[in-house]
């Protein structure tokens, strides 16, 4: 599954870019000892965190558009990486980088850390500069689940439960607008890079945004898994009532040859073949939100799903 090979990815990253200040010590923890606490249970056992925290630095991307959904108030947290929308709404965060520096974090002063398993291997070391929780992601399907699991750490369930219940009636007004039933509607999705194409499934980010908006999928794009390779001779896999499409890099030139392939496949004759195509029903979007890792990034697919699909967003 995709989510566990990113995992694994990151993994190797995260140990190569943290030496050689991985084995150092940090203790200025920044915990009031006078301040109220709770008890949460995560991936590494049972921390004790603020009961309201207010200085809190998010690891990685899931964690970071959970609270910035949530309106939480982050000090630190990735965010060069991540798309415009998501750093406008964080523009008042520091980065931390990615792999986490931990020097700049003590320098922040947070009082709750949270991330994801991905960075087991400097837990020791963070919980010794704030109380630290860490979550485990498997896929990025389990947005929603991760979601929940920030709210609870930051003891704020109404507010993400609040996130949500706008996210599903965005959906609702959705499929009331579509001109037929949402489950007749066949929807692809496909992500192209430079050396291969790859069908976006039922258990990715954004398959259960599909799935929550009762969007059909074709069959080649169901189940658990994030994503299939299919071969120039299995394009027709990727067929559908409606196709999104997109490419992304972690380089300009990743992306300016991820883009290039995109409009090399416009000229293959198997992809001038499927109906989708004949039906011009092919929709290029954004692939830094389209494979994105919690609510905001939700939000802006929902935007795409409204304009292709019903032309606009009514009021």
Not at 128 to 135: D, K
Not at 154 to 161: F, I, R, S, T, Y
Request: charged share 20%.
């Amino acid at each position: 599954m995709l989510g566990l090979a990113f995992c694994t990815a990151i993994m190797v990253t995260a140990c190569e870019g943290l030496s050689p200040n991985s084995q150092q010590q940090y203790t200025s923890s920044n915990v009031d000892p006078t301040q109220l606490t709770r008890t949460v249970q995560h991936a590494m056992g049972e921390t004790q965190v603020p009961a309201t925290p207010k200085r809190v630095v998010a690891l990685g991307p899931f964690i970071l558009e959970s609270l910035v959904a949530i309106d939480a108030p982050m000090v630190g947290a990735p965010i060069e990486r991540e798309f415009p929308g998501l750093k406008q709404q964080a523009k008042d965060t520091h980065d931390i980088s990615y792999p986490p520096n931990l020097e700049r974090i003590v320098a922040l002063k947070p009082d709750l850390i949270i991330g994801s398993t991905v960075w087991k291997d400097i837990y020791v070391q963070a919980s010794q500069i704030a109380p630290t929780v860490l979550f485990e992601i498997q896929r990025s399907g389990q947005w929603q689940e991760i979601f929940q699991s920030v709210g609870r750490a930051m003891n704020q369930p109404e507010a993400v439960q609040a996130v949500l219940t706008q996210y599903n009636q965005r959906l609702e007004k959705l499929r009331q607008r579509l001109e037929k039933p949402a489950k007749t509607i066949e929807v692809s999705l496909v992500r192209i890079f430079p050396d291969r194409v790859n069908l976006v499934t039922a258990g990715s980010f954004s398959g259960t945004i599909l799935e929550d908006a009762q969007l059909s999928r074709p069959p080649s794009q169901q189940g658990d898994d994030v994503y299939r390779t299919i071969s120039r001779e299995q394009l027709h896999l990727a067929d559908g009532d409606v196709l999104f499409v997109w490419s992304r890099g972690n380089s300009p030139e990743e992306r300016e040859k991820a883009q290039a392939s995109i409009e090399q496949l416009k000229t293959d004759p198997l992809w001038s073949q499927l109906e989708v195509v004949q039906e011009d029903k092919v929709y290029k979007v954004n692939g830094n939100y389209w494979i994105g890792t919690g609510p905001v990034a939700a939000n802006f697919v929902i935007d795409d799903l409204f304009r292709y699909l019903v032309e606009e967003e009514s009021s």
